[in-house]
């Protein structure tokens, strides 16, 4: 049920570009983006419900492909604000059927000077 | 985006006491609120389910006599930890969602970082 990240972690220059994976084993109705940094509470990025959805957000984009089984995060120009635990969520049932986030392993980016 | 608080930001209590954590949506009405932990390195782990004025839904694993939760209204949940020991230290997180899970975002709380000695 856990969507699989990749890489797990990657470690860039300022301007270098990365991108970070996430899938899952079966179709789904959307994909969730979150940045979280030491310390602090996970921030929302984005959110994509369609297949062959692209969105972007400033120089941070993701895409959600047409069988909704992948989403892709792209970090492009990367600066030094972008480092993080980048999570990926996506839906899940709970105890008693209740919706529920099931948020990925994340990935740990650490852009150099 | 929306703003959700969390109080306390950090604790700090002996062992076999309680301890209760408020978590505010601050500028709208939340459906539901989510209660995580997280420990260092790894990924947050929903522990329950809170919906204004019904019963909190427990995630597998989750003590709901040790962690009982109130959402008393749709801007305020809290957690208490009963009885803490060491073990319960952790990074709690809850979040906040104006919809369904799959269509909306969650807006998280900064976190309290809970230390029982």
């Known amino acids: 049920q856990q969507p699989v990240q990749s890489p797990q972690a990657v470690i860039l220059r300022e301007g270098e570009d990365a991108v970070i994976n996430c899938s899952s084993s079966?179709?789904?109705?959307?994909v969730h983006w979150y940045r979280q940094k030491h310390g602090e509470a996970p921030v929302f990025l984005m959110i994509?419900?369609?297949?062959?959805e692209q969105k972007g957000h400033e120089k941070i984009s993701a895409s959600f492909n047409e069988k909704k089984q992948q989403s892709s995060l792209y970090l492009t120009a990367s600066q030094l604000s972008y480092s993080g635990t980048y999570f990926c969520?996506?839906?899940?049932?709970?105890?008693?059927?209740?919706?529920?986030?099931?948020f990925g392993k994340g990935t740990k980016l650490t852009v150099n000077p | 985006g929306a703003v959700v608080s969390q109080h306390p930001s950090r604790v700090i209590c002996k062992s076999g006491t309680s301890v209760k954590i408020e978590c505010r949506s601050l500028d709208f009405q939340a459906t539901t609120m989510f209660w995580y932990r997280q420990f260092p390195k790894q990924s947050l782990m929903l522990m329950a389910t809170s919906n204004e004025g019904s019963k909190a839904t427990y995630e597998q694993g989750v003590e709901k006599d040790k962690f009982l939760i109130n959402h008393a209204s749709l801007t305020l949940s809290t957690l208490t930890v009963t009885s803490a020991h060491p073990e319960d230290s952790s990074f709690y997180i809850c979040?906040?969602?104006?919809?369904?899970?799959?269509?909306?975002?969650?807006?998280f709380g900064p976190g309290t970082r809970l230390t029982v000695t």
């Open positions: 079966k179709a789904l109705y959307s």
């Open positions: 969520g996506t839906e899940g049932r709970g105890q008693g059927g209740s919706e529920k986030l099931v």
């Open positions: 994509l419900l369609k297949g062959g």
């Open positions: 979040s906040a969602s104006r919809g369904s899970v799959s269509s909306y975002e969650q807006y």
